[in-house]
């Protein structure tokens, strides 16, 4: 894929119902059981601090982020993160979360949470958060759960629980 031919855009209202069809072909219908889905019954994503990957107009890739709150500690929580299977290991997941989080920086966030793969977001620079000092909406695997300082210092003694955040969300 030439680096060219994708486009990361800011989600619209209009991209909602094929964005939803790209989470039912690559997460299925069992993802509603997760924690993070939890937390997007009672809030929406932020539609400008989340993306769409295209190519043309082939929409290929989707990145949301949510306002939460970890305690009393205002942050996003990212996802979910998902590129239609046949542009996996092509850099577009890589994109849009560059895209993410410069973006949330720029808006003076200060902190990224989200559930997933260490390897793989680790490359951009999330790190474990430790065993036992965040706890989300039902159960989620420890080891996945993960935070981005966007601001030096800003995860140091971050407890509590994840709770969507009401009043970033007007």
């Known amino acids: 894929m030439n680096d060219l031919s994708l486009t990361i855009l800011a989600e619209t209202a209009n991209d909602a119902q094929i964005i939803e069809r790209l989470h039912a072909r690559t997460f ?9 889905y939890r937390l997007r ?6 539609l400008d601090l989340s993306f769409t990957a ?9 990145v949301r982020q949510l306002p939460i709150c970890v305690g009393d500690t205002p942050a ?32 003076g966030h200060k902190l990224i949470v989200l559930v997933g793969d260490e390897p793989y977001y680790r490359r951009v620079g999330f790190k474990a958060i430790p065993k036992g000092n965040v706890t989300m909406p039902g ?15 800003a995860a140091a003694g971050l407890t509590g629980a994840v709770r969507p955040d009401w009043d970033a969300a007007k």
Do not use: C, M, W
Not at 28 to 36: E, F, K, N, Q, T
Not at 41 to 46: G, K
Not at 54 to 62: E, P
Not at 77 to 104: M, N, W
């Open 28 to 36: 299925g219908p069992g993802r509603y059981v997760l924690s993070a």
């Open 41 to 46: 019954e009672h809030v929406s994503h932020l």
């Open 54 to 62: 295209r190519i043309g107009t082939l929409l290929v890739g989707s």
């Open 76 to 107: 996003l929580l990212l996802g979910p993160l998902t590129v239609e299977p046949p542009f996996r290991s092509r850099g577009v997941g890589r994109k849009l979360l560059d895209r993410a989080i410069a973006d949330a920086r720029k808006k």
């Open 139 to 153: 159960p989620v695997d420890q080891n996945r759960l993960l935070v981005l300082e966007l601001v030096e210092g």
